[in-house]
């Protein structure tokens, strides 16, 4: 059975790849894996049913024999352990592993916070003291992500799974936006962006995503 990886119906990023499941698609699409799609409304997202899969009502999801997973960084480690998107040394693959909980759990924090700054206190009155403190500490962090790959192409040796979760967490408004400062990060995206992979992946969820829209 082809695993089935549950996405918004209707993403309200209109195909820009900002969805969590776009992580799950591109890890996918690099090992050649099919998968069918769950289409779920927001009103889905919190039935029992859908619950039962992901406990706070949120895609991705992804049922394969036997298996319902949850959280996009689990689900992608997932598809790289059971379809070589690690590295095969033990310790290069566990360091490729630490790049992933690094993407979710160092570099997007800072980006979130900036994005919820911005997206939802932007009226409070302490937000402008706040955001340059914000904006400091994200580039904080992308300085050092950018010194780490200094002239690599990715983040452990050959790409791998450390590197899908790490783009898509770039790829989010508040990273995407501070790029161009950013030369090796900007390159390392492109670099990332050109594979197959990705370029399937994109693809997909963007039809899928106009075709609800229109
Ligand atoms: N940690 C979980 C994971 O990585 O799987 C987070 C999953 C998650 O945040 N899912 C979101 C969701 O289901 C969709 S992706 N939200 C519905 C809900 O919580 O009720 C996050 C997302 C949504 C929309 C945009 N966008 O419009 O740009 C971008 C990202």
Same mark, same amino acid.
């Given at each position: 059975?082809?695993?089935?990886?549950?996405?918004?119906?209707?993403?309200?990023?209109?195909?820009?790849?900002?969805?969590?499941?776009?992580?799950?698609?591109?890890?996918?699409?690099?090992?050649?894996?099919?998968?069918?799609?769950?289409?779920?409304?927001?009103?889905d997202?919190?039935?029992?049913?859908?619950?039962a899969?992901q406990?706070?009502?949120?895609?991705?999801t992804? =049922? %394969?024999? /036997? $298996?319902?997973?949850?959280?996009?960084? !689990?689900?992608?480690?997932? &598809? +790289? =352990? %059971?379809? /070589? $998107?690690?590295?095969v040394?033990?310790? !290069?693959?566990?360091?490729? &592993? +630490?790049?992933?909980?690094?993407?979710?759990?160092?570099?997007?924090?800072?980006?979130?916070?900036?994005?919820?700054?911005?997206?939802?206190?932007?009226d409070k009155?302490?937000?402008?003291?706040?955001?340059?403190?914000?904006?400091?500490?994200?580039?904080?962090?992308?300085?050092?992500?950018?010194?780490?790959?200094?002239?690599k192409?990715?983040?452990?040796?050959?790409?791998?799974?450390?590197?899908?979760?790490?783009?898509?967490?770039?790829?989010r408004?508040?990273?995407?936006?501070?790029?161009?400062?950013y030369?090796?990060l900007?390159?390392?995206?492109a670099?990332?962006?050109?594979?197959?992979a990705?370029?399937?992946?994109?693809?997909?969820?963007?039809?899928?995503?106009?075709?609800?829209?229109?």
């Open positions: 059975m082809n695993p089935i990886v549950s996405v918004f119906a209707a993403s309200p990023n209109r195909g820009r790849g900002l969805a969590r499941d776009m992580a799950v698609r591109w890890a996918l699409a690099e090992v050649g894996q099919d998968h069918q799609l769950r289409l779920l409304s927001f009103a997202l919190k039935t029992p049913e859908h619950k899969r406990s706070f009502g949120q895609i991705p992804f =049922e %394969t024999d /036997g $298996l319902t997973l949850f959280e996009s960084g !689990a689900i992608v480690l997932h &598809i +790289a =352990e %059971t379809h /070589g $998107l690690l590295p040394d033990p310790a !290069a693959r566990a360091r490729a &592993i +630490a790049w992933m909980f690094a993407a979710v759990s160092t570099i997007e924090p800072v980006i979130v916070e900036r994005e919820v700054a911005v997206l939802l206190e932007g009155p302490w937000t402008a003291e706040r955001l340059p403190m914000l904006e400091a500490r994200l580039r904080q962090r992308l300085d050092d992500l950018a010194t780490w790959l200094g002239d192409d990715w983040l452990e040796g050959d790409f791998s799974a450390g590197d899908i979760m790490m783009v898509c967490v770039l790829h408004p508040a990273g995407a936006l501070l790029m161009g400062d030369p090796v900007a390159a390392y995206v670099r990332a962006e050109t594979r197959p990705f370029q399937t992946a994109f693809a997909e969820q963007k039809t899928r995503s106009d075709a609800a829209h229109g």
